[in-house]
């Protein structure tokens, strides 16, 4: 196997040109190295981690752009993340241990493009884009044209993630990122869901609302049909249990050796409704009566 650390972009872009298909990026390496083990070998290994400015967080106008190595860990311990972005934050927190956040970075979460990466609601119920370097240029993708199947997606085998740009919600907004799983720690999301909802200035309806579903569909993906019925009123108990069941419609599940597709729709019926509940509450202050 030949193995590259490039210096550059441009650099690790011919390496993928050059090499085809026998070539695989590796960042923190915790999904490539496990499928090396337990798979096969690349013909060529590029590791970009030796690559400048493609770490760091910062604030970007009214939003965050973090670059694509940037670890869990470093976006979990980050106070903007956790101030600006609280759904981004919950998630990080939830992945994993403490020593795979270490080495785990978010555009590894992202180009793996698996239906349970943690991020991926979050981003989804964000508005957020991805940058995308090719050899040809440079490409803005939003994540919700994104993802296009199990370790597919808008960055190919030929393109490199370099950042992440994430909009701040609107005033007022209230997030929050549910993950169910057998363990409470080192397991992946049997269902994953993000909400965020924004209230009207009478803190009385709901004027915006997103909902993101994962591990329950080859991609992750948002529920616009259940967002539709929400947007423009006031939650009401009858209105989160019928929002619970057309979310739990909308998933696409399937049955597989962490769950059955049945339970899977159930998880997001119950996870859906507990995230508008809770949003609902932290966002004007009232129960949903
Ligand atoms: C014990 C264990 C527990 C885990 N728990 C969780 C969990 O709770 N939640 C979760 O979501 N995941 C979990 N994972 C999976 C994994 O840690 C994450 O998907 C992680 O974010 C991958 O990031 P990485 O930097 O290690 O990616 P790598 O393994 O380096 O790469 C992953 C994929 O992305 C590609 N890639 C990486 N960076 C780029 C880039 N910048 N541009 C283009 N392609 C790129 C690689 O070619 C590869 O296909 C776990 C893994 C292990 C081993």
Redesign the pocket.
């Known amino acids: 196997m030949d193995y590259f650390e490039p210096k550059s972009i441009g650099d690790a872009l011919s390496l993928l040109a050059k090499h085809g298909a026998a070539a ?12 090396m083990k337990f798979k096969e070998e690349p013909g060529c290994l ?1 590791n ?1 981690k030796k690559i400048p400015g ?1 770490g760091g967080i910062r604030e970007n106008g009214a939003g965050l752009r973090i670059g ?2 940037t ?2 860990r470093e976006i979990e311990a980050n106070a903007l993340v956790r101030e600006k972005l609280p759904v981004l934050w919950e ?1 990080s927190h ?4 403490l020593q ?2 270490d ?12 239906p ?5 609601t979050p981003l989804l119920v964000l508005e957020a884009k991805g940058i ?1 370097a090719f050899a040809e240029g440079e490409k803005t993708e939003p994540f919700a044209s994104f993802f296009q199947g199990p ?1 597919k997606s808008a ?1 190919g085998s030929n ?4 950042a992440i740009e994430i909009p701040y919600p609107a005033p007022g907004s209230k997030s929050v990122y549910l ?1 169910h ?1 057998v363990r409470g720690a ?4 049997m269902v994953g869901v993000a909400v965020l909802i924004t209230p009207d200035a009478a803190k009385n309806s709901l004027q915006d609302v997103r909902i993101g579903l994962g591990a329950v569909a080859p991609t992750p993906l948002r529920a616009p049909k259940t967002e539709a019925l929400l947007r423009g009123k006031p939650l009401t108990a009858a209105l989160v249990k019928e929002a619970g069941a057309l979310a739990a419609a909308e998933s696409k599940p399937i049955s597989d050796q962490r769950s059955s597709a049945e339970y899977r729709r159930w998880i997001v019926e119950a996870l859906t409704r507990r995230g508008l509940e809770q949003t609902w509450k932290a966002a004007t202050g009232k129960e949903v009566a």
């Open positions: 695989k990026l590796i960042a923190g390496g915790t999904d490539v190295m496990v499928d590029v970009i493609l694509a190595l670890t869990i998630a939830q992945f994993a241990s795979v956040r080495m785990a970075t978010i555009g590894g979460n992202i180009c793996r493009a698996s349970s990466g943690e991020t991926l995308l370790g960055v393109g490199l993630l370099t993950k799983a080192m397991d992946i999301a």
